[in-house]
């Protein structure tokens, strides 16, 4: 099958990240990663992050409730500022590995997962006096192209937290 043929297939990426990009992005051999802008907090210190995530042409992710392989997670880092609330992740697809004929629970086009999060009580003192937080992104998962299952991976990027 031709590369644009390909390419037509796989579904659209997030708007977001069309545009030039304009904060940290984690690029692996699999897939693209980026915070939609910085993390808005509220005054009772609750906020939520929303992650776009491209798989990579002919690449597919397990599924946040896969079996059998290690599934996509996010977490969000460090815990002196975030402290962990609900993470919502897209329905996945089912996939057939072809080489094998099993069936697995994917995400094969791009997708967004979204964290909502509390900042600890120093944490949201540092946000009213500096407007701005530093956290991290930890991605973790298992990707598979036509023919290989590759080993699994993990990878960070920064992102703010604002008021």
């Keep these: 099958m031709a590369l644009t043929a390909l390419l037509a297939v796989q579904a659209r990426q997030p708007a977001f990240l069309d545009q030039a990009s ?18 808005r907090v509220g005054v009772d ?5 929303t992650i776009a995530v491209v798989p990579k042409v002919q690449m597919h992710v397990y599924a946040a409730d896969a ?3 290690v599934p996509f997670t996010l977490k969000l880092t460090p815990a002196a500022v975030v402290t962990p609330g609900k993470v919502s992740y897209p329905t996945a697809e089912i996939s057939v590995f072809p080489p094998t004929g099993e069936t697995s629970r994917v995400y094969t086009k791009p997708f967004t997962v979204t ?35 590759y080993r699994p991976t993990s990878g960070t990027f920064p992102f703010d937290i604002v008021r």
Excluded: N, S
């Design 22 to 39: 304009t904060g940290p992005t984690l690029e692996t051999v699999h897939l693209r990663a980026r915070a939609d802008g910085p993390a």
């Design 67 to 69: 079996e059998g392989y």
């Design 115 to 149: 964290y909502t999060f509390g900042l600890t009580a120093g944490a949201r003192a540092t946000l009213a006096a500096t407007g701005t937080l530093a956290a991290t992104a930890v991605l973790r998962y298992q990707a598979c192209d036509d023919r290989v299952c």
């Design 45 to 49: 210190g609750r906020g939520t992050v």
